[in-house]
């Protein structure tokens, strides 16, 4: 009989018992997905995949220090999984002593619904949306615009157990929804994506709406040369500058001198105001509409993660409080090396500026600047400073006294997000927001619109 046709905390069990390591820890992980695709107004393709992968991670105490290995696999069969612990038994015995060496997460008692069946997803996700977006694509057909997309949901129900007793579970879906608009002659293209949890928040009339009023502002065209403008990023922008920066922000590399967040002669810019304005920019799994993983599931170590970690519950954190760098991203081991407490990354993102103006709004009282749809090929130039490039995409529009007047070209920009927040004059309502560029990896964000009043546009692009 094959494992998949097991339970997956029977899966957990066996590959406890079958451990002959001093230490142990199994991730089960079990995948359902639904998506809808769409083109020129017409469904185009969907379909739902169910899938399993385990990952195990074995400790062993030497002389010199403890030593981990970690083997992950999927389609794993009953026969497999002693193989498999095995194998992870061998990583360990052949590998020197792991750096981030901790004992194994306890006390933790086994959440209630551990033995439960796995949560899973269907095409039944998407019951009033797909209507929905029937009556969207005879909207746009009858004005003249052609809609593309893909809507996409995943269930992903996580299993731990350790020889040390965990028994955790969690249930984390992830919805998608992106949406582009393109005139018939497709010179014109406008994009809007949606982060949801169940589909049961997301309108695509009303966004179907939203890009034909900017496939409208770019019937007129205006060229303008690379520069620094007075710029409103909308929360989908700040939203993958602001998930670069908590990539970015390692406690360990900073106290090393390597990052932006480092101090000039040693130490950690922990403290340390970075902008004038409010913010706030926190993690917290209990977050309404935005819930993520109240533990670490770390299936490798990393800078930012340690297998060690495993189960260590993840509490809700400040990274910049007022205005202030207040933690940075460490695991028991660099938080021990460098003296700052522990806080895991966690698994979403949201910036409070404390205001409650619409883009709306906040266009209105421009009285001249650049209004951007979303930024994308995001890359960074200099870990020092934080400096990223990329381009933006899907239109850039030109305002003018209050009013959008027209689109214009594209633009490469260089800029870092540490440095904007400290030169941003104004953020607007927080919102939930999908992160275009980094929606494969991080989707649960809200951020408000910022207004930054010399953003850097380096040189022209001809990208769309």
Known sequence: MSARN??????????????????????ADEHSTANLRWAGNTLTTNGVTRGRSLTVVATVDGKEGTASGVVSRSAVTADDLEP?????????????????????????????????????TSSAVFADFAPALGEAFARARAGGRELYGFANHELVSTYLGTSTGLRLRHDQPTGTLELNAKSPDRTRSA?????????????PGALDAELAVRLGWAERRVDLPAGRYETLLPPTAV????????????????????????????????????????????????????????FVVAHSSGGDQSVFDNGLPVAPT?????????????????????????????????????????????VASTGRGLLLTCLWYIREVDPATL????????GVYLVENGQVTGQVNN???????????????????????LPREWSDWFTRAAM????VPDFNMSSVSQGV
């Open 448 to 451: 408000p619109a910022l207004r």
């Open 239 to 294: 939203a993958d500058l602001l998930i670069y920066q908590l990539w970015s922000a390692s406690g360990r590399d900073a106290a090393e001198g390597r990052t932006v967040f480092s101090k000039p002669g040693g130490g950690t810019r922990v403290g340390e105001k970075l902008t004038d304005l409010p913010l706030t920019l926190r993690s917290d799994p209990n977050e309404p509409g935005l819930e993520s993983a109240p």
């Open 191 to 203: 994009w809007a994506g949606r982060s949801t949890r169940d589909f049961k928040d997301v309108d």
């Open 387 to 394: 400096l990223l490039t990329g381009l933006t995409r899907d």
């Open 6 to 27: 097991n339970k997956p905390h029977e899966i957990v069990e066996r590959a406890l018992e079958l451990s002959r390591a001093d230490g142990c820890v199994v991730i």
């Open 411 to 433: 633009f490469r920009f260089n800029e870092s997000p540490v440095d904007l927040l400290g030169r941003a004059t104004e953020a607007g309502r927080t919102e939930k927001t």
């Open 84 to 120: 498999l612990v095995r194998a992870a038994e061998a990583a360990a015995r052949g590998a020197g002593p792991a750096e981030d060496a901790q004992p194994l997460v306890t006390g933790v008692p086994q959440a209630p619904d551990f033995t439960d069946a796995p949560a899973e």
């Open 318 to 362: 400040e990274w910049i409080a007022g205005g202030a760098l207040k933690h940075l991203t460490t695991t028991r081991h660099t938080a021990g090396l460098t003296g700052l407490p522990v806080a895991p990354s966690g698994g979403n993102l949201i910036l409070d500026g404390g205001q409650d103006r619409s883009l709306d709004e906040m």
